[in-house]
């Protein structure tokens, strides 16, 4: 275990080492907007303002860009609506919007039966019946209401948003739902202890195994001081997931908020390094002896975007604990933030996870880019395991993506995934993905 830790350490501050290294080219290129900011300012100019007749063009573009001004906002979340409902002085706007996603996808070399690609679900040994994939799905396809507002008391914004996933079935479901005034936000959310802006762009919906993607109800209170600094805390509905259950266990609800904090630095325009961590109670019911137990759960995470020169972008992300793997990507997909000691009947315990994810996206001019990442996560149990049970995973995945119009985009994706097993068994698997994309 402590070899293992001390990987951990290296690791994390190999990235550390990265960000750092990277914050005083950043401060040289902020004197040019980056490709990647510049988009969501033509984005901007293609809204269209019905109302604000009495309000200058500066006031109503300080309301609009409030849409933007997400701390938590992800490459693939739907881009300001087309038009929006403006009130004559500019201090509150209602937009209505969707962003239509089609993708496909073909996987050889071994398949994986979903719309995401997770490592976790690659077979071993291959299913040599199932070799070959062709899909296709709308899941991405997203609708949402957003309302902005500036008072004296100041700003605001409220959001809703739905959208589509499955494969054969296709189910509409809520994916936000928040309220933000001044340094507060209620709803249904991304966790504090993530940061989807760190995550690499990628087709896939999935994305890097091992990433926090974690949405749940929360109250969070985030703030700003010293110009290049932001602080953040939250208590968020719980959730996890168990491993084991059977005659010997059983999950108890649960009944103490998760914590969640971040303290993030801010070197040039879209340029950050965050400090990410988050405190968590697992309950389960041992019934062999008819006992509640209570386990404590944690997790820190380093993560970075800093902007190389105006075409580049460099992305890192580097987390580890024990019982987050609700949090996580790859993780979340087996459950494994409470599993049974297979030695000791009624107990279970949280297991040690890492992963690590590097990254790049680079325009080739101001409508075409593309990006490469590679990342792994690792399942580290400190007891006893199946031979048969996953050990880690590796994705990596390079792309393109061609910005038609402002609102049209294009894109395709080539990405490689392996399984590793603790018998030392694995597997590999293809695929290549394809988008279509409207925003309005």
Not at 295 to 323: D, E, H, Y
Not at 360 to 382: D, G, H
Request: charged share 20%.
């Amino acid at each position: 275990m402590k070899t293992h830790i001390l990987k951990i350490v290296v690791l994390l501050l190999a990235a550390s080492a990265i960000f750092t290294a990277q914050a005083e080219t950043a401060e040289e290129a902020d004197t040019a907007q980056s490709y990647r900011l510049q988009h969501r300012q033509d984005m901007l100019k293609t809204v269209r303002v019905i109302g604000a007749s009495t309000a200058g063009r500066d006031s109503v573009d300080l309301l609009l860009r409030q849409f933007y001004m997400d701390q938590f906002r992800h490459f693939q979340d739907p881009e300001a609506p087309s038009f929006m409902f403006m009130s004559r002085d500019a201090t509150l706007a209602l937009g209505m919007g969707a962003q239509v996603q089609v993708k496909g996808w073909y996987d050889w070399n071994g398949t994986i039966d979903d719309t995401d690609f997770h490592p976790y679900e690659i077979a071993v040994p291959k299913d040599d019946a199932n070799k070959r994939n062709l899909g296709a799905s709308p899941s991405g396809t997203s609708i949402f209401l957003t309302l902005l507002g500036k008072t004296k008391a100041g700003k605001f914004m409220a959001y809703i948003e739905g959208g589509f996933s499955g494969y054969n079935n296709i189910d509409f479901k809520l994916k936000k739902a928040y309220v933000t005034f001044r340094d507060w936000t209620v709803g249904y959310a991304k966790s504090t202890f993530s940061d989807p802006a760190a995550e690499i762009p990628v087709i896939d919906g999935g994305g890097q195994n091992g990433k926090i993607g974690h949405t749940t109800t929360l109250v969070r209170w985030l703030h700003d001081f010293r110009k290049h600094w932001k602080v953040a805390v939250s208590v968020e509905m719980p959730s996890f997931g168990i491993q084991g259950v059977d005659s010997t266990v059983a999950k108890q609800n649960a009944y103490v908020p998760d914590v969640a904090a971040f303290l993030q630095f801010e070197h040039g325009r879209g340029s950050h390094l965050r400090l990410s961590g988050i405190m968590r109670v697992l309950t389960y019911r041992d019934l062999v002896n008819a006992t509640n137990h209570s386990k404590m759960g944690w997790g820190v995470q380093l993560s970075s975007v800093t902007q190389v020169s105006r075409p580049l972008t460099l992305f890192a992300i580097a987390n580890v604990g024990q019982g987050i793997s609700s949090y996580s990507n790859d993780l979340g997909v087996a459950g494994y933030d409470l599993i049974s000691d297979l030695d000791k009947r009624g107990e279970m315990y949280a297991p040690f996870t890492w992963s690590l994810a590097l990254g790049a996206q680079y325009y080739f001019s101001k409508n075409v880019f593309s990006a490469i990442t590679l990342s792994e996560a690792r399942y580290m149990p400190s007891k006893r395991v199946l031979p048969t049970d996953y050990k880690y995973g590796l994705y990596g995945a390079v792309n393109m993506f061609w910005n038609i119009t402002t609102r049209l985009q294009v894109g395709a994706e080539y990405i490689w995934g392996k399984r590793q097993n603790f018998n030392h068994r694995h597997a590999c698997a293809d695929r290549i993905d394809v988008l279509f994309q409207l925003s309005f």
